[in-house]
């Protein structure tokens, strides 16, 4: 029995309801694992004495038993407020929102890199087995999973930036000396496209360059590796075979009986990359000095600042959630099978 | 002038001969069948008239377009595309119809080739149709491409006999209303016979001889076509009736219903694989349990070897009631060595890490008390048995043939010296050179050995050829039972005489068989009042869609489920 | 793959392994060792890498670290692959209530990108080495439980698992006896990635500052001691931690991939 496409996305968006609770659930289990007592840790000094403590604790909510704690957290994170960050002095979900969309230009611009290089080098190295581009296709898709985000990312940066000066200086998105645009989207790229401002353009876009970059170097691997793979079988496949003994047109066979059906794999692959990535994030955003949420996140661990993290976490589960739902959906949309109810 | 001239045709691939020096000629509304063991080149030949492999020498001359319909018809059509579009492609590219002409133009062709309901079924996706909708949608492709030759490669395989000849009907039908010619590319030389004007034999690439049906049963030339007619089944060859020993295994009321998801609101749904069976095996006796696939015949066969449990019913075997231990105890259960099973498939059946030895080995050390060099004699002993060669004993599965796999999975099953064997369907991959020898095994065996068989096959020729008593199952029940000589003569229930209509004739005969038309229904809720066979009845009655029929005795050994049986 | 390859990979392997057990005695000199007036020396016969901003030679630091790294890798891996198989083919085949709450927590645990997962672990844990193989080992976990419980799904119906039934096999000996000694080539190249990636793992951790803290050498953290030196020029000191990082991983994952062609049954005779 085959659900209709809205259907399907209903019940996908149904499942991922739990999951989320579960983030939740799991980010207050884990912060609550801490050893050292936050409170007696922030309050350490001179004045430390023992009513200051109990007095932190109390505000903290750490008096109080585990699951009325979990209650109250619960409460909170549903009403928005995600706590206060002990280093900036503002609420979490202030600072989450002013720095994500750095986060967000610097991972989408990756992605769609990947995307596209990936899929054409995968297809490319299908249709042409044993070539010069099959062989690069497949030495990227080995080494590529071996390169660690952060030494390519210093490598590039070595290249180009103090050999051969192509690129700016890796600190932040944009000229120390420039006015940024004003922040509509808070996507830098927009923002100067629709104020017109080509200078500030130029630069956010020279800035974004190594970074993005270096995120999609890892992320190319699998992808293009899966892409060719999926294209091999679906050339060789039954159904293509059916297509040409038809007589079809190429360019309807290439779409809609090749690619269509090398689609799925590929879409599950993509789901995977964007995993990785909302992590390299932290890695790549301490190396070029974005300021983007994971070096907030990473900021927050090393001064054992509790809100930020948990609030980081949970905003990763919850795009993460939604990237899911969204490549279930296309998945749901681009394969029949998927959407069928045992 | 003919309409199709192949000369010296040949490919390579590689440094292989696929096709060597192959010619012949086909007329405007002929049929030419294409008949040779697996390998022979049959469906090389077919690639290179249709222009998919490039010949390396030789010439095809064709007066029209090709069209081929291939074999696994579920594969070759396109898994994310509604079969009414896929239609629709080939209509817009041969005809040059534009979208809605060409989507209404798909219906008309899908009911042009029997499918009911064809404007739903245009929306439908291959894995949502059966075999042989499948099979019928490759069809109307062929057919939209308005062909002046159709090839049809295999387009029996994975099919029940009973669709298979519809499936065949209908392609003829359509050939001759076009006037377009017809190769029938195939292993078996009688359905060969039965349908076809000429045939030429393929042997290792070459064709060594064509000649009429008749000629070649007649008087046979070439040694590839005397091999491909000594694997047929001869008229008469039948067991004698052994007495049936004491009973061995008695099971009553064996019901298997497996629950299946609904809407969150409505009654749940229960498939009935098995539902309500009695049967009783007698010692030393064969009986064999035939029906379509999706009848429930091996979800029985499972039951009785209590790989699974049954929902319902009573299981009695050499002094046991094995049906009150779960599966899941089942393999530590006192009467597990004197129970066994053959099972299907025998590519899936053997461990690919073990060697033939070692699968044959290890029922015997956890299930016999013998001592290492015990159970190496008795392997050594039951491998000569089944006439696996010493030289083989140390073999992995990937380096055996299927016929030498389907020998180490019955020597595994024999080598605990069971007094009851359970075969699901062990000669389905089978050539049929290959299913002779392995049922002739069969029958030596038991005679040798004393055993009782319990033999599952769609095959009604694999069932008369090894048993002496037959049930013929039907969505989950049993509807007629009795001695195998006077079933296939004088069948009572008309399901079994449609199976058995079904079944091609030796030697051929040109006429014309009746035949069931349809498919099964669904196991899924079957109707809960009436005959489950009405639908699909030609002698069916008002009484028949208001009562069930038991099974009831007719006299000498026979049972019938049927309200008017003939 | 060709043998060449798959040699090479095997032997590099080989290598890693040898220099884990023996590193710190063979090199020529005391990776912690001080000694501020030859600091930042570029490489050259006497320092094969040069030297750090300590004076400390980078050689040795950089053969030294692979005891850390590689350790961690293996128990982490050996860890996750022990507990998630075994769970994981118990899963596929016994099905029930250890099957759907199974299935629950890994769900949870894919809900969050993994080096996130393992960053808060740490960071609740506290920085300790065995920490980070206890972070590394649970993000590691779905992966076998998943890989486990699938290929305990496909082949649980097949025709050798019914046969061993009827041979005699209750459901633990099929689990241990046909179906995982069946797994174990796929679970092998498994492995073989997972080091490669527990490597990467450990070392992103420790360049983010809560992974082996230094002193101690591991490539992750030698890298991010490098870094701030690499605008003004002085490469060595990143760039050979790192080239080692990547080798050591290049060489785990083409050795999974030769792995996996020589444990195939088909090509045993």
């Known amino acids: 029995m085959r659900q209709s496409i809205l259907a399907f996305a209903a019940r996908r968006l149904v499942a991922t309801l739990p999951v989320l609770a579960g983030a939740v659930v799991f980010v207050f289990v884990v912060m609550r694992l801490l050893p050292a007592d936050p409170a007696a840790f922030l309050v350490s000094g001179p004045q430390g004495g023992a009513e200051q403590i109990a007095a932190l604790r109390a505000r903290l909510g750490l008096d109080r038993s585990i699951p009325e704690q979990l209650a109250i957290y619960v409460r909170d994170v549903a009403g928005g407020d995600l706590g206060r960050s002990t280093t900036t002095g503002e609420p979490v979900l202030a600072d989450l929102m002013a720095r994500l969309p750095a986060s967000l230009e610097l991972t989408v611009t990756a992605f769609l890199l990947a995307l596209v290089a990936g899929i054409a080098l995968g297809t490319a190295a299908a249709f042409r087995p044993g070539s010069m581009i099959d062989h690069g296709c497949r030495l990227i898709g080995t080494a590529g999973a071996s390169l660690p985000g952060f030494v390519v990312g210093l490598c590039l940066i070595y290249v180009f930036y103090v050999r051969l000066g192509w690129s700016p200086e890796p600190v932040g998105r944009l000229d120390g000396l420039l006015d940024p645009p004003s922040a509509l989207t808070g996507f830098l790229l927009i923002d100067s496209a629709m104020a017109g401002d080509w200078t500030a353009w130029r630069s956010a876009a020279g800035h974004l360059v190594l970074p993005a970059a270096t995120m999609a170097l890892f992320a190319l691997a699998p992808l293009a590796r899966i892409t060719r793979a999926a294209m091999i079988e679906v050339l060789a496949s039954d159904y293509v075979r059916t297509a040409r003994a038809l007589d079809l047109p190429a360019g309807l066979v290439i779409v809609q009986y090749g690619l269509r059906n090398a689609a799925v794999p590929i879409v599950t692959t993509l789901g995977l990359i964007f995993s990785y990535m909302l992590g390299a994030n932290v890695l790549v955003e301490k190396v070029f000095a974005w300021p983007g949420i994971g070096s907030y996140a990473l900021d927050a661990v090393l001064s054992a600042d509790y809100a930020p993290i948990q609030g980081f976490v949970l905003l990763v589960a919850a795009s993460f959630a939604v990237v899911n739902l969204g490549v279930d959906i296309l998945y749901g949309l681009l394969d029949p099978r998927a959407r069928i109810r045992p | ?566 | 793959m060709n043998n060449r390859l798959s040699l090479a990979a095997l032997v590099a392997v080989g290598l890693l392994a040898v220099l884990a057990v023996v590193g710190p005695w063979i090199v020529p000199h005391d990776p912690l060792a001080t000694r501020v007036a030859s600091s930042l020396q570029p490489p050259s016969a006497l320092h094969w890498f040069g030297t750090d901003q300590l004076g400390r030679d980078i050689f040795a630091r950089v053969v030294v670290a692979t005891r850390i790294d590689l350790g961690i890798a293996v128990s982490a891996v050996a860890l996750s692959f022990v507990v998630g198989s075994t769970l994981g083919a118990a899963c596929g085949y016994l099905g029930g209530a250890l099957d759907r709450w199974a299935g629950r927590v890994v769900d949870m645990l894919m809900a969050f990108p993994l080096f996130v997962v393992a960053m808060a672990l740490v960071a609740a844990l506290g920085n300790t080495v065995a920490n980070i193989v206890l972070a590394t080992a649970i993000i590691n976990l779905p992966f076998y439980i998943r890989f486990a419980r699938a290929e305990v799904a496909v082949r649980r119906e097949a025709g050798y698992v019914q046969a061993a039934r009827l041979g005699g096999a209750g459901p633990w000996r099929v689990v241990f006896g046909v179906l995982l000694p069946n797994l174990a080539p796929g679970l092998a190249v498994q492995m073989s990635l997972n080091l490669g990636w527990a490597i990467l793992n450990a070392a992103g951790l420790s360049f983010i500052g809560l992974g082996v803290r230094p002193p101690a050498p591991e490539w992750g953290v030698l890298t991010a001691e490098g870094a701030p030196f690499l605008i003004s020029g002085q490469w060595w000191v990143a760039v050979f931690p790192g080239l080692a990082l990547m080798g050591a991983v290049f060489a785990f994952n083409l050795a999974g991939d030769a792995l996996r062609d020589l444990l195939d049954p088909r090509r045993r005779t």
């Open chain 2, 1 to 566: 002038m003919n309409l199709l001239d192949v000369a010296g045709l040949a490919v390579r691939f590689g440094p292989v001969d696929a096709v060597a020096d192959v010619t012949f000629t086909l007329a405007r509304g002929e049929t030419l069948g294409l008949v040779g063991a697996s390998g022979s080149g049959k469906s090389v030949t077919a690639l290179a008239i249709m222009g998919l492999v490039v010949p390396a020498a030789g010439t095809v001359t064709l007066q029209g377009r090709p069209a081929m319909v291939f074999q696994n018809a579920r594969r070759a059509l396109n898994p994310t595309r509604s079969v009414g579009r896929q239609i629709a492609d080939v209509l817009r590219r041969h005809q040059g119809l534009d979208r809605g002409a060409a989507r209404a133009a798909a219906i008309d062709l899908l009911a042009r080739v029997g499918l009911a309901d064809p404007a739903r079924r245009a929306a439908a996706f291959p894995f949502e149709l059966s075999g042989g909708m499948c099979q019928r949608v490759m069809i109307a492709l062929a057919l939209a491409t308005r062909p002046a030759l159709l090839i049809a490669d295999e387009p029996t395989t994975g099919l029940d006999t009973t669709v298979q000849a519809t499936i065949l009907d209908l392609m003829a039908a359509l050939a001759r209303e076009r006037g377009a010619g017809t190769i029938l590319i195939t292993h078996d030389l009688a359905l060969a016979a039965e349908r076809c004007d000429r045939i030429a034999v393929m042997d290792r690439g070459r064709i060594v001889e064509v000649a009429t049906p008749a000629a070649l049963f007649a008087d046979a030339q070439a040694t590839a076509t005397r091999a491909l007619l000594a694997g047929l089944p001869r008229a008469g060859m039948m067991p004698p009736r052994a007495p049936a020993g004491p009973p061995l295994m008695v099971a009553q009321g064996i019901a298997k219903l497996y629950p299946v998801a609904r809407r969150w609101f409505a009654r749940p749904s229960f498939l009935h694989a098995v539902d309500g069976v009695d049967l009783t095996l007698g010692q030393g006796g064969a009986t064999g349990l035939v029906g379509e696939s999706g009848c429930g015949k091996s979800t029985l066969a499972a039951v009785l070897a209590r790989l699974i449990d049954p929902t319902a019913g009573r299981i009695d075997f050499a002094g046991h009631d094995i049906a009150a231990v779960p599966a899941r105890r089942a393999p530590r259960a006192p009467w597990r060595p004197r129970l066994q099973m053959v099972v299907q498939d025998a590519v899936d059946s053997l461990d690919p890490r073990l060697t033939v030895a070692q699968a044959v080995a290890a029922p015997l050390r956890r299930l016999t008390g013998l001592s290492g060099r015990e159970v190496q004699a008795r392997v050594a002993e039951i491998l000569d048995r089944v006439q696996l060669s010493p030289e083989l004993h140390g073999r992995l599965p990937h380096q055996l043939s299927g016929g030498q796999q389907a020998r180490v999975g019955i020597a595994r099953a024999l080598a605990p010296r069971p007094g009851l064997v359970i075969l699901d369907e062990p000669t389905a991959s089978l050539d049929a050179a290959l299913q002779a020898a392995v049922l002739g095994l069969l029958d030596d065996l038991r005679r040798d050995l004393g055993l009782g068989y319990l033999l599952i096959s769609h095959d009604l020729d694999v069932v008369r050829r090894l048993c002496d008593r037959v049930m013929v199952m039907y969505l989950g029940r049993i509807v007629e039972a009795g001695p195998t000589a006077d079933i296939f003569a004088r069948p009572r229930h008309p399901y079994t005489a449609g199976l058995i209509a079904a079944m091609p004739q030796i030697p051929p005969a040109r006429r014309a068989r009746p035949h069931l038309a349809g498919e099964a229904p669904s196991p899924i809720d079957p109707p809960g009042h009436g005959c489950a066979f009405a639908g699909r009845c030609p002698a069916v009655q008002a009484l028949c869609r208001q009562a069930a029929p038991p099974l009831a005795g007719a006299g000498d050994g026979r049972q019938v489920a049927c309200h008017f049986p003939i």
